[in-house]
């Protein structure tokens, strides 16, 4: 049974910074892209910044220079390191895993996370 767990959300003042983690079990983790996405209330599901099974990385350009991805295949884990936050980053944060032909398209993951949630104050 494939199983994403996300950490690391919380409260944080503008400007701050949070590390997310996304640890996997029950896939063969190396072979999957991994996509994070969000969700503010009232909105849909966004796309947000992606590590592929390559290594290369790809973000949403309002993240770009703030927010940096990263994978550990040996502990089945990526990472989300997020700096200078403002408000508008408040969200639930998840993680996702598929073999992707869009990487920001929500339909190429095949599995999810229950999400973190990640507030911003200003």
């Known amino acids: 049974q494939v199983q994403l767990a996300e950490s690391g959300g919380g409260l944080v003042q503008a400007g701050g910074s949070l590390r997310l983690s996304c640890v996997a079990s029950?896939?063969?983790?190396?072979?999957?892209?991994i996509g994070w996405f969000r969700q503010a209330p009232g909105k849909e599901r966004e796309f947000v910044v992606a590590i592929i099974r390559s290594g290369g990385t790809f973000s949403k350009n309002s993240v770009k220079g703030r927010f940096t991805i990263s994978r550990d295949n040996a502990k089945n884990t990526v990472y989300l390191q997020m700096n200078s936050l403002k408000p508008e980053d408040t969200a639930v944060y998840y993680c996702?895993?598929?073999?992707?032909?869009?990487?920001?398209?929500?339909?190429?993951?095949?599995?999810w996370g229950q999400g973190t949630q990640v507030t911003v104050s200003s």
């Open positions: 029950g896939l063969s983790f190396s072979t999957y892209d």
């Open positions: 996702a895993a598929g073999r992707t032909y869009v990487y920001s398209d929500l339909s190429s993951y095949a599995y």
